[in-house]
């Protein structure tokens, strides 16, 4: 079992509401990433992280933000939240090397009314 | 541009049958490849890989992969199929852009019945 945490496991939130997903590894990973899969179940990266003080925009457009103050830690926020929202977000991290796997947080369900 | 294609959404099999699980895929360059299995309300996890070398990869809860070059593909087998096995299965390629993100397949729902 890889040891990446994600809190809440499940939100049901309103309207225009400020939330913050958290992710944490205790692997010491460099590389982070937030991955948002729809309902239909497709996966699309929409943040990474290279290490500290390192974010970047993924594919899909995202009104969500992310910091990465510590290594081990990876949050995600949305300063307002809306129902196009609503999706099961992923958090995942790997070592630098480009053959590595990643290894995935259990996820947060997110559902904005 | 790297993509992945698993062309079928579901696959039925029976308890105790041999199972394929399809992936196609369209890189540039070496494909560096993973399958993961997802289940109901989980996170994914990492089932095997391939980077180079034997085309016969084995991984975890007795699956195993086989690359094949000529025709694009990196089919997920395991021999003799359990009853939790049933899952979302996918697969992925690494994209060498994007911090290493991985670019996964639509994904297929395996059924194993008793």
């Known amino acids: 079992e890889a040891d990446i945490y994600q809190t809440p496991r499940y939100l049901v939130i309103g309207t225009g509401k400020k939330i913050t997903l958290e992710c944490s590894q205790t692997?010491?990973?460099?590389?982070m990433y937030w991955y948002q899969q729809d309902p239909g179940m497709e996966l699309h990266l929409i943040h990474y992280s290279y290490g500290v003080n390192s974010t970047e925009k993924g594919d899909l457009s995202s009104e969500s933000t992310v910091s990465r103050i510590r290594t081990e830690h990876f949050p995600l926020t949305l300063e307002s939240a809306r129902p196009s929202h609503t999706s099961q977000y992923l958090c995942?991290?790997?070592?630098?090397?480009?053959?590595?796997?990643?290894?995935f947080g259990p996820g947060t369900r997110l559902t904005v009314t | 541009a790297q993509s992945v294609a698993q062309p079928e959404d579901q696959v039925n099999v029976a308890e105790g049958n041999p199972l394929t699980v399809k992936c196609t895929y369209s890189v540039s360059g070496n494909p560096y490849l993973f399958w993961y299995v997802q289940y109901p309300n989980r996170g994914l996890q990492f089932l095997l890989k391939?980077?180079?070398?034997?085309?016969l990869v084995k991984g975890s809860y007795g699956f195993e992969a086989e690359f094949n070059k000529s025709q694009t593909s990196f089919h997920l087998k395991k021999p003799s199929a359990l009853v939790s096995d049933s899952a979302l299965y996918f697969c992925a390629v690494r994209d060498l852009n994007q911090g290493g993100k991985l670019i996964f397949g639509q994904g297929t729902e395996l059924s194993v019945k008793p």
């Open positions: 391939y980077i180079t070398g034997d085309n």
């Open positions: 995942a991290s790997s070592e630098w090397d480009r053959i590595s796997e990643q290894y």
């Open positions: 692997m010491g990973h460099d590389k």
